[in-house]
């Protein structure tokens, strides 16, 4: 008895060390490149401090926070954010959509998945590169295509108009195969007996659609929202790829566009600092908000 309490006290221990090597690496690395730069971020947001030393920095209060919301670009660049933000709902839209017509019986179920899904896994920046090449406004495939076609061609990157709905275009095109799959998870996971009683009551496939399937997936909508409006307020690498100017009218100037340019263009790490902050409380009340709102519409059921 007694050495099989030592044999299974020694298997404890073997697991547990185990258990906390496999997880002191993940660990380290978040306090190294996250954990430390957020504290250093906070003191930097209520510092005067030049380039990437604390050298000869000094106390300024609240004058960084003052700086950037007195900043018409700024507030610019969260207009900007929120409307390149639109992708979001158009991905799930068209994921939901489609997801659903991949339920049914087609031929290439998994061929249509994967190749809906292949653009989400590819890089961002060779993704942007390729629709930059696409909409060249001189030599550009979609150009190309409206001078064969009798239509003027578009400087899609020097418009103000269009800049931003290329942007959108391309989320949409890149993101919404992450959604297909996730709803072609819950699609699956739906209560068959749901359906058959519906059919039973004599409801017809767009009731069963939308007072059963889609209450059923809206866990994994409110996943996709929240998920989607985080990525989309921290939008920077397109647009920054496209134009690093910032665009016609500075209509590609995003948030984290703005504090990166503020941070390693002007050398103003005070400032960078106060809008990061700035950014990040507008992440948490708008999660904050949309918890709150979900209890009205996500059915854990």
Known sequence: MYLDNVHKKKKIDKEGLTGFCMSFIPVLGFCIFGLIPMILAIGMAFMDIKGFSFEGATWNGIENFKDVLSDDLFWQSIVNTLYMSVSTFINIFLSLIIAY??????????????????PYVCSVVAITLMWQ?????????????????????????????WFIPVLIFMGV?????????????????????????????????????????????????????????????????????????????????????????????????????????????????????????????????
């Open 133 to 161: 090449w696409i909409f060249n406004n001189r030599f550009g495939v979609v150009n190309n295509l409206f001078k064969a076609w009798g239509w003027e061609p578009i400087n899609w990157f020097n418009d103000p108009d």
């Open 101 to 118: 017509l991949l339920t049914k019986n087609i031929k290439a179920k998994k061929v249509f998945r994967t190749i809906y899904f292949v």
């Open 173 to 301: 095109w890149s993101g919404t195969g992450y959604g297909i799959i996730l709803y072609g998870a819950a699609l699956t996971n739906v209560n068959s007996t749901l359906y058959e009683a519906a059919k039973v009551d004599g409801a017809n496939s767009f009731k069963t659609f939308l007072h059963i399937t889609i209450p059923a997936i809206s866990p994994t909508t409110f996943y996709l929202l929240i998920m989607g409006i985080i990525g989309a307020l921290q939008e920077f690498a397109r647009p920054q790829i496209i134009s690093s100017s910032g665009g016609p009218d500075n209509v590609g100037v995003t948030v984290v566009f703005y504090l990166y340019r503020r941070a390693f263009q002007y050398m103003e790490m005070g400032p960078a600092s106060a809008s990061a902050w700035l950014l990040a409380i507008v992440i948490i009340i708008i999660t904050i908000i949309n918890f709150g709102v979900s209890k009205l519409w996500v059915s854990y059921d």
